[in-house]
């Protein structure tokens, strides 16, 4: 079985542009999240996203977005990028709520 | 609300040696557990997980980890530290769709 799949892995992006992430989960999985690693902050959850849905949110701006296709592949985006956006960010796919979540490689930003 | 603390934050040990990463969690609710492990420039890999059932579980490359309610604790060991474990390690606990994490354990292993 195929595991968590983010893409691209590394993107370097200028302040005030935006950046859009993708994150394919294992396959029967229809629960996605998202988490921002910095060495600051260490991990913080964005959102989760089950069925298309967004069941649960963090603590992030409203600049953080993202969405869920039916296919359960996930989109993450990030509008007027600041330097403090620069993270590692973490896809997480599980079947459910309560249940082991499995993470993929992540995607590297940096924002210069 | 959850959290969770992990003692110290770089834990050396010798090849060959036990290892021990302590973690300690709050949770108003039965809690769900879990260890991971991130190598650089990797994401986590599941070591391990706690959902209900018996307290000592085992995990993947010879870890395992035992639940104790009372201490609100579920530190990790190993008997055997190798030199392909240096890594950091992350405790982390979960509610319905959010997992919180520690602030990461980085093990140092020495020939």
């Known amino acids: 079985k195929a595991g968590v799949t983010q893409t691209p892995r590394y993107l370097i992006k200028t302040r005030g542009q935006q950046v859009t992430l993708s994150c394919s989960p294992i396959s029967g999985h229809r629960s996605v999240s998202w988490y921002q690693q910095t060495p600051g902050q260490g991990l913080q959850f964005l959102f989760e996203?089950?069925?298309?849905?967004?069941?649960n949110k963090g603590n992030f701006p409203g600049r953080f977005s993202g969405r869920q296709f039916s296919n359960s592949r996930s989109e993450m985006n990030v509008s007027t990028l600041e330097l403090g956006d620069s993270a590692l960010y973490l896809c997480?796919?599980?079947?459910?709520?309560?249940?082991?979540?499995?993470f993929g490689q992540g995607t590297r930003l940096t924002v210069v | 609300a959850q959290s969770v603390t992990q003692l110290g934050s770089h834990v050396s040990v010798s090849e060959g040696a036990l290892v021990l990463l302590r973690c300690n969690y709050s949770?108003?609710?039965?809690?769900?557990l879990f260890w991971y492990v991130q190598y650089p420039n990797q994401g986590l890999q599941l070591l391990l997980k706690y959902t209900t059932g018996a307290t000592l579980v085992k995990g993947i490359n010879g870890f395992e980890a035992e639940f104790k309610k009372s201490e609100t604790s579920f530190h990790l060991t190993k008997p055997s530290a190798h030199m392909s474990d240096a890594a950091e390690y992350f405790c982390?606990?979960?509610?319905?769709?959010?997992?919180?994490f520690g602030k990461g354990t980085m093990l140092l292993v020495s020939p």
């Open positions: 997480a796919s599980s079947q459910d709520m309560n249940t082991e979540a499995f």
């Open positions: 996203y089950f069925s298309e849905t967004q069941r």
């Open positions: 949770s108003s609710v039965p809690p769900y």
């Open positions: 982390a606990v979960r509610r319905y769709s959010t997992l919180t």
